[in-house]
């Protein structure tokens, strides 16, 4: 998800996207600590992704 794409998000929407983020950060992980993943980089690239809403969150309020 790009930065622009964040931006055009309501607060609302930034708070229910930054709880699936967290989710599926959380599901990602746990499958990869017991079986290894194809893309290892997917956590990263989620990971940062979950920083970007919630800094977004943040500067809002």
């Known amino acids: 998800m790009k930065q622009s794409e964040i ?4 607060v609302v929407d930034l708070q229910e996207k930054l709880d699936t983020l967290k989710k599926n ?3 990602l992980k746990m499958a990869h600590a017991i079986s290894p993943l194809e893309n290892p980089l997917e956590l990263r690239a989620l990971r940062k992704t979950v920083a970007r809403v919630a800094t977004e969150l943040t500067n809002r309020q």
């Open 7 to 10: 931006k055009e998000l309501s």
């Open 25 to 27: 950060y959380t599901d």
